[in-house]
């Protein structure tokens, strides 16, 4: 029999396998899609697994295999919603950006996504629901705002390290480039003021904030 022959019935398997794989992947992002559509459009209490089964297709078995449960599946879905803001933290590392250019655009992300109405009502909905269940407004915190503030802390002390920025505690600074980043803003949406914000307000705030901050900790030029 000729070689290639003998070599089809494994390569068609590994085809399948390819395909299984991708057909998976696909299914995942849809339920991640519908997940945070529905998260943001009904809360976390008000949220359905079922409704999200029933936007993306699938099945609840597929649902709770991939995500174990409804928590699970909140935190997989906000944790990819949230990772555009993250991603330009790896990509200044990546592309050696100014720290300038690197916190400006994080801020002005953190800032569309924060003040987002969706986002505003989930937030409103967990700090609710946290007083019933801690452990939901901890999970929240751990995988929102903690891990925002440990990925900006991580990269301000790889900049320390580089010489590009002078300051002692990179963790304190993080909390403190985010907290005037979102400022006054944030009690005020979550308490139900109308903000009126757009695209030109977030970026003019976020220049302005990596401003005065970088004013704080730029390494003087020799």
Known sequence: MPLSIMKAPADDAKKNDVM??????????????????VFLEQGYAGAS???????AGGSLATLYKQFGNKEGLFTAAMERHIATAWAVLEEGRRDQRAPEQVLY????????????????????????????????GEMFLARGPDHTRQALASYLRDQVEGGRLALEEPREAAGI?????????????????????DEAKCNARARRC?????????????
């Open 20 to 37: 299984l794989t991708s057909r998976g992947v696909a299914r995942r992002e849809r339920l991640l899609d519908a997940a945070r559509d």
């Open 49 to 55: 697994v079922n409704e999200v089964v029933a936007r």
């Open 105 to 136: 655009e994080l801020g002005r992300r953190m800032l569309m996504l924060v003040f987002d109405a969706g986002v505003v009502r989930l937030v409103r909905g967990l700090a609710f629901e946290a007083e019933r269940a801690p452990e939901l």
């Open 177 to 197: 480039f985010m907290g005037m980043l979102l400022g006054e803003w944030h009690i005020d949406a979550l308490l139900g003021r109308e903000l009126q914000l």
């Open 210 to 222: 990596v401003d005065i901050f970088l004013a704080g900790v730029a390494r003087p030029q020799a």
